[in-house]
Each structure stands twice: as C-alpha cells, then as structure tokens.
C-alpha cells in the first residue's frame, strides 16, 4: 500500500473528526502517502493534518454556478491535480454525490464508498467498486475510524489522534503565561432548532467570569453579531469578537483553556485540539456526534429539547475536576 486517497468535502465539524483515520493509516502502513479531498471552504482544515501529504482542494460551488472561463479553468485544473497521482485505494467516508464524484474522477481501480443504505444519498453508490460497512453499536466519529479499518484490514486501537497544528499559535492556553484564562462561548449555529436561549448563555458567561475567565463571545453573520451582542447586553462584561476567517477563530481557540458551545464545528475543533470542551446538545443526538475525554471533553443534551442550564454548568464543574481530586477552583491554575 504506498498512495490512499480519502475523500471528505465538508462540514467543519464532519472534516475536524475524520482526521483520525489518517493517524490509523499511517499507524498500519509505515510511509504510506495519504492525501485528502474536500470542498475549498474546508480545505485548510485538512492542511492543518501534519500526516497529511498532500489536500486537494475541490471548487464544488463552481460546478454549480460556473459562468466564466476562469470558473472552467478552475475545475479543469482541480480534475487535473486530482488525476495526477494513482491510488492504490479512494475511500469515500462521506457518501453524496459531490464527494462521490471526487472518487470517480480519482485514479484507482478500487474505490471504497458506504453501503446504499448508509450513504447520505443513495445515487453516490455509482462510483464504489466496494463498500464500507459502518457498525450500529458505535458513533459517527468511532464509526469512521472502524470502517476504514475493517475496509484495509486492520485493528484501530486507542483513542482518535488528530495530529492538528493551527498556522500561527503555540499550542498552549494564555492562562500559561499569566494572563486570565479565555473561555469562548459559540452560541452561533446555522440551524434555530440548535440554538439555546440568551438567558442560558447569560447564566453561563457569569459562571465561567466568577471563575475567573475572560469571556468572549465570536460570531460569523450580521444575524450572529446580533444574537451576540444580545448576549453581551446581559452580561457586559463579556466580550465580542471583531468578524474572523476560520482560521483566525482556530487561532483564538487554541489560545483558549476553555470552549462551550452548542452542536457546531469549532466545538468539535476545539476537543481535537485538546481544550476543555463542552458540546450542547439541543435537537441533534448527544451519542451520535458528541465529543468525549475524561475530565476535558464532555456533551450535554438530550437532543430533544434545550437543557436546563444547571447541566451545562455541571459539565463546566466537570472538566475543572482533577481526576482523584476536588473540583479546582481556581480557573487560572485549571487551565495552565
């Protein structure tokens, strides 16, 4: 096995979770070359990969609105760069027509995708020579690294490895140096039905501020900014974030000791850098997508309905717990 190709084109939080499998690869094949497919919107995520050799960065938006000659010169060059190495397998982990046609045009004469039944549209089957075969009893981000596995015929053992270094930052918390610990709360999300009241939030940001954080508030939208400073009308002590690329906020949270937020990809950022993370559930399913690592990592919700904001505050209670220990009081210490 020298050259393996994995296609997966979005979402952030879908890319950020994936990564693992590469660590797996490289772990059952020493010096194998594994490169990577996703939409351009996501691609420096995988750049952020250090086991990653090489990321092809797909221009899907333009296929469909593709109108002048530099949009087709675009999508020719990026067919060209995909079909400018032959790979020994393609493994499509993510299952739709966009990323199964990534595998099509990709040089191999096996291409790996999931069964018709698991695949987020059914249509894609047309670009598998075989399939993948997720198991029922584990989740989504598990569930990944097992069916790659299975498929290349080897074991996944330990937790996930993201290997995930941000251009730009040291790795380490601001409580390290001195300054007040950062806890960024991401109230933001694409769907209303994920969202959490601005009381919640409120109750949060005062939590984490009498534990000593400096809290602050991103956003990514005019909508966002406003939900934001609503937030912040009730706790002013909060802070809001000047409008950041994503990796400008990846910098920000690996600087951070603390990230809480709901069901959103720099949540899941935020565990695969090793932060404190708590991920709240409102209508998306906690055992399916959520994050977990004793004592810095933890999800809450029952994804049913918004949860009583005293779960969210004992999840915070929880990742300051020392294992063996009380709970730290102290958020500076914590953190550093």
């Known amino acids: 096995m020298k050259r393996i190709l994995i296609v997966k084109v979005t979402s952030l939080g879908d890319i950020i979770e994936a990564q693992p499998v590469v660590a797996d690869i490289k772990r059952a094949f020493p010096g194998v070359q594994v490169d990577w497919a996703a939409d351009e ?3 420096d995520v995988a750049r ?3 086991g990653i050799d090489r990321v092809l960065c797909a221009p899907l938006r333009r ?7 530099a949009d087709f010169r675009s999508i020719a060059a990026s067919i060209a760069e995909l079909r400018a190495e032959r790979y020994d397998v393609v493994i ?3 299952g739709v027509y966009k990323s199964a046609i990534i595998a099509f045009l990709a040089r191999s004469s096996r291409t790996l995708g999931y069964r018709s039944q698991d695949l987020g549209e059914s249509g894609a089957a047309f670009a598998y020579t075989g399939r993948l075969a997720p198991r029922a009893e584990v989740n989504a981000w ?4 097992i069916s790659v596995g299975d498929a290349l015929g080897f074991q996944v053992e330990g937790p996930p490895v993201f290997n995930l270094q941000v251009p730009g930052t040291s790795g380490s918390s601001v409580a390290a140096t001195g300054v007040a610990p950062v806890a960024m709360l991401f109230h933001a999300t694409s769907k209303d039905d994920k969202k959490l009241p601005a009381t919640h939030w409120a109750a949060i940001a005062r939590n984490l501020i009498g534990r000593g ?4 508030l991103p956003w990514g939208s005019p909508a966002e900014r406003v939900e ?3 937030i912040g009308a009730l706790v002013p002590e909060a802070t809001l974030l000047p409008p950041m690329d994503v990796t400008e906020i990846a910098r920000m949270i690996d600087r951070a000791a603390l990230v809480v937020g709901v069901d959103t990809g720099f949540v899941h950022l935020a565990h695969a850098l090793h932060k404190r993370a708590i991920m709240i559930f409102v209508s998306t399913s906690r055992e399916h997508f959520g994050i977990e690592a004793p004592f810095r990592s933890i999800s809450v919700g029952d994804g049913l309905s918004v949860p009583p904001v005293d779960e969210v505050l004992r999840a915070i209670e929880y990742v300051h717990t020392v294992p063996g220990a009380a709970a730290a009081g102290d958020a500076t210490v914590a953190a550093a």
Not at 63 to 68: D, G, I, L, T, V
Request: charged share 20%; aromatic share 14%.
């Open 142 to 145: 598990h569930g990944m690294r």
């Open 41 to 43: 919107m996501f691609a």
């Open 48 to 50: 952020w990969n250090t």
């Open 228 to 230: 934001a400073i609503a």
């Open 92 to 94: 499509d982990i993510h």
């Open 63 to 69: 296929f469909k609105k593709a109108r002048s000659l």
């Open 213 to 216: 954080y400096v809290v602050e």
